[in-house]
């Protein structure tokens, strides 16, 4: 069993900054790749950023250069740094297990 608990979402102006933090538990953690996935209101869950446990990363095109995803192995940690965010980053941003396990999530607003 793995629980995964999001936290650091919010409300920022369009330029702004955020930070995502990921507390994992349960499992081992350090051999599995974690994600960051995000819904928007209306629209299908996406894929955001990937790190493995050797810290590999992807992103979705439309993040790249402005989010940073990062983890913390000894404290079973995931985070997201998001730089100069637009509105339609605007999501519920969801952290990820491979084995579907799945947060409550946290929500972004980037509005003026």
């Known amino acids: 069993q793995v629980q995964l608990v999001e936290s650091g979402g919010g409300l920022v102006q369009p330029g702004g900054s955020l930070r995502l933090s990921c507390a994992a538990s349960?499992?081992?953690?350090?051999?599995?790749?974690m994600y960051w996935y995000r819904q928007a209101p209306g629209k299908q869950r996406e894929f955001v950023a990937g790190i493995t446990g050797g810290k590999l990363t992807n992103y979705a095109d439309s993040v790249k250069g402005r989010f940073t995803i990062s983890r913390d192995n000894a404290k079973k940690m995931v985070y997201l740094q998001m730089n100069n965010l637009r509105p339609e980053d605007t999501a519920v941003y969801y952290c990820?297990?491979?084995?579907?396990?799945w947060g409550q999530g946290t929500q972004v607003t980037v509005s003026s």
């Open positions: 349960g499992s081992i953690f350090n051999i599995y790749t």
């Open positions: 990820n297990h491979p084995l579907d396990y």
